[in-house]
C-alpha cells in the first residue's frame, strides 16, 4: 500500500516560516515529479511547486523567493521551505507524487497526500 503523508503544517504569525515534509512509502519502483498544491477555504486546490526527478523545479509566481520545494530521493521525501509567510497562504497544503510502482512499470501514478493545514495569523 503506497501512501503519502505529509507533515510540518501549523499556526504562525505573518512574516514567519514552516517547513513541509511529505514522505512516501509502500512497494515503489521509482518517483518522477513531486508536487506542493494548496487549498484555501472555498477555494479551488492551486499548484504550488513542483520539483522533479532531475532536480529541476517551478514555483507558482505568488510564492516565488519565498518557498523552496527540495527533495531527498534516498528517503522519498519532498520539502517544502516556507519563509516570509502571508495570511494569504492560508490553507491545506497536499503533496503529490507521480509514482511508477513494481508489475506496472509502463505507467505513471499520481498519488496525493491527506494535507496538512497552514494558518497564517495577521
Not at 40 to 61: F, P
Amino acid at each position: 500500500q503506497v501512501q503519502l503523508v505529509e507533515s510540518g503544517g501549523g499556526l504562525v504569525q505573518a512574516g514567519g516560516s514552516l517547513r513541509l515534509s511529505c514522505a512516501a512509502s509502500g512497494s515503489i519502483l521509482s518517483i518522477n515529479a513531486m508536487d506542493w498544491y494548496r487549498q484555501a477555504s472555498g477555494k479551488q486546490r492551486e499548484s504550488v511547486a513542483r520539483i522533479t526527478s532531475g532536480g529541476s523545479t517551478r514555483y507558482a509566481d505568488s510564492v516565488k523567493g519565498r518557498f523552496t520545494i527540495s527533495r531527498d530521493s534516498a528517503k522519498n521525501t519532498v520539502y517544502l521551505q516556507m519563509n516570509g509567510l502571508k495570511p494569504e497562504d492560508t490553507g491545506v497544503y497536499y503533496c503529490n507524487a507521480d509514482l511508477v510502482l513494481p508489475g506496472a512499470s509502463w505507467k505513471v501514478q499520481r498519488y496525493w497526500g491527506q494535507g496538512t493545514q497552514v494558518t497564517v495569523s495577521s
